[in-house]
């Protein structure tokens, strides 16, 4: 009989994570939190829509389930929310979402924790968990955290609630020999390394770079990829950075690489807008007879709103000096003006994209990288 599987939340990574499911042989459903049904996901609906976006866009006719009927027979629960609210009404919007996912599991099923929390974040998690079913964890129910970010391609970890493996959940995921099961907090003390060391290279290269100033150093700091970071990638599982700092309060060296880190990521942002206005003042131009493009091309599914967050930002402070901002995912959307164009990449495949139109007075292409490059055509 096939292991039953639910996975809670129609993001890019559930339906990732769904997809790999069913082609390793798991009877899954997937749900999605604005309807009251859970889709079924087979090896067919893989095969044909190998990506949410597919799914979405083509919202084809899929077999369907109540919710509570889906989560009841569930031998795995996968907690992959889509979250777009920030700072405390996050952690109320988390809440709510575990509570509704979890209400309805039934005695020896188990719960898989697939977002990065700090210290003690899972504890909380298998306290509400308790509270809400009744159930005991380690007894009655079995708990996982198997935090998925763009950090590891493979994950080095799965935390255990007792640290031992679980053999089902190996051939669902098809997890490598390199995987290793650990104790929960074991696990997040891993993901805290992971999460640090992404966040503390990123900061030194960001706090650097604001120390070069003439175009020589600039391109000789080029010849080391610096180039090729993006705000894209330097905001990757900000949401597990915030998760851990938390976690602490006070003063402490940890809080210290934290708020380092949260700080060199604001820093860019102001930096990124000083490189604008600079772009300005040196071409003479006119806040009136300018606009700004921030091409980003967000995946709208993806479980955390942290890239979302910093478009928003963006767009709000640089319409502090220009009215005229507009956001896109795609540059086939720039339409040509009277204006000049100050178009801002914010990616490297968007860079990529864009790259392909002619840079001159009008356009004027600005990389979002730690270096804020301007592109010019060759």
């Known amino acids: 009989m096939n292991t039953k599987v639910v996975v809670f939340g129609l993001s890019t990574e559930g339906y990732d994570l769904a997809c790999k499911i069913a082609l390793n042989g798991g009877d899954v459903h997937i749900i999605d939190e604005s309807t009251p049904s859970a889709i079924i996901i087979k090896p067919d609906t893989v095969k044909s829509y190998p990506n949410i976006k597919l799914l979405k866009d083509d919202e084809p006719l899929l077999s369907m389930v109540p919710i509570e009927v889906a989560i009841s027979k569930a031998q795995y629960l996968f907690f992959a929310p889509r979250l777009r609210k920030t700072g405390q009404d996050s952690k109320t919007e988390l809440n709510s979402k575990f509570k509704d996912a979890v209400s309805k599991i039934k005695k020896g099923s188990s719960v898989v924790y697939c977002l990065g929390t700090g210290f003690g974040g899972n504890s909380e998690n298998i306290l509400l968990l308790e509270h809400v079913t009744g159930l005991k964890t380690g007894k009655n129910v079995s708990y996982f955290y198997h935090p998925l970010n763009k950090l590891e391609e493979i994950p080095s970890f799965i935390g255990s609630y007792n640290g031992e493996a679980d053999e089902k959940l190996v051939k669902l995921l098809s997890l490598g020999k390199t995987t290793k099961f650990v104790a929960i907090k074991t696990s997040e003390h891993l993901h805290a390394i992971n999460t640090l060391k992404h966040f503390s290279e990123t900061t030194c290269i960001l706090e650097v770079c604001k120390f070069a100033k003439d175009q020589t150093t600039k391109s000789d700091l080029n010849l080391n990829d610096l180039n090729e970071i993006y705000l894209d990638k330097m905001v990757d599982s900000l949401f597990d950075l915030r998760s851990l700092g938390n976690s602490f309060e006070g003063a402490s060296s940890m809080m210290y690489l934290i708020n380092g880190s949260l700080k060199g990521v604001d820093g860019y942002i102001k930096k990124l807008i000083d490189e604008i206005r600079k772009v300005l003042k040196k071409k003479e131009l006119k806040a009136s007879r300018t606009k700004i493009v921030l091409f980003w091309s967000l995946?709208?599914?993806?479980?955390?709103?942290?890239?979302?967050?910093?478009?928003?930002?963006?767009?709000?402070?640089?319409?502090?000096?220009?009215?005229?901002?507009?956001?896109?995912?795609?540059?086939?959307?720039?339409?040509?003006?009277?204006?000049?164009?100050?178009?801002?990449?914010?990616?490297?495949?968007?860079?990529?994209?864009?790259?392909?139109?002619?840079?001159?007075?009008?356009?004027?292409?600005i990389k979002a990288n730690p270096l804020c490059e301007i592109y010019t055509q060759k």
Request: a negative charge.
């Open 299 to 365: 995946d709208t599914y993806e479980m955390k709103g942290e890239k979302h967050e910093k478009l928003d930002e963006l767009e709000t402070k640089l319409k502090d000096y220009i009215s005229d901002v507009e956001s896109i995912q795609d540059y086939k959307n720039i339409f040509q003006n009277d204006k000049t164009t100050i178009i801002v990449a914010c990616s490297k495949s968007d860079y990529n994209s864009i790259s392909k139109l002619k840079s001159n007075d009008q356009v004027i292409i």
